[in-house]
C-alpha cells in the first residue's frame, strides 16, 4: 500500500516563503504523476500543482502560476512544492498525491490513488 508523508509547512508572514516535502513509500514512484492540493476552512479541496513521470513538465493552478514551482527527485521517491510571494489566501492544509494515470496531470482529487495526511500553511497578513 502507498504512502505519501508531507513536511515543511508552518507559519509564514505574507510575502515570505516555504517549501514543502512529500515521501513516497509502498508503490514504484517513478511510474506516478504527482500532484498538490490544498484545501481551506470551508472550502473544497482543489488542486495546485502537478508533475509528470519525468519530470518534464508540471502544471499549476492560475492562482499559484509564478509563484509555485513543482518539482521531483525519482531518485528519492520526492515530490517539492517551493511557494515563494505567499499571499493569506494561500493558508490552507496542502496534500500531496499519487495518480496512476501515466498520460498527463489530472486536477480532480477523485482521480489520485494515494494521499498523504497533509500539512499546515498559515500565511499572516
Known amino acids: 500500500q502507498g504512502q505519501l508523508v508531507e513536511s515543511g509547512g508552518g507559519l509564514v508572514q505574507a510575502g ?3 517549501s514543502l516535502g512529500c515521501a513516497a513509500s509502498g508503490f514504484t514512484f517513478s511510474t506516478y ?4 492540493f490544498r484545501q481551506a476552512p470551508g472550502k ?3 488542486f495546485v500543482a ?8 508540471t502544471y499549476y493552478a492560475d492562482s499559484v502560476e509564478g509563484r509555485f514551482t513543482i518539482s521531483r527527485d ?3 521517491n520526492t515530490v517539492y512544492l517551493q511557494m515563494n510571494s505567499l499571499k493569506p489566501e494561500d493558508t490552507a492544509v496542502y496534500y500531496c498525491a499519487a495518480d496512476a494515470w501515466g498520460y498527463g496531470i489530472r486536477r480532480r482529487s ?3 490513488d494515494y494521499w498523504g495526511r497533509g500539512t499546515q500553511v498559515t500565511v499572516s497578513s
Open 16 to 18: 515570505g516563503s516555504l
Open 33 to 36: 504523476a504527482m500532484g498538490w
Open 44 to 46: 473544497e479541496r482543489e
Open 50 to 57: 502537478g508533475i509528470v513521470r519525468r519530470g518534464d513538465r
Open 74 to 76: 525519482n531518485a528519492k
Open 110 to 112: 477523485e482521480e489520485y
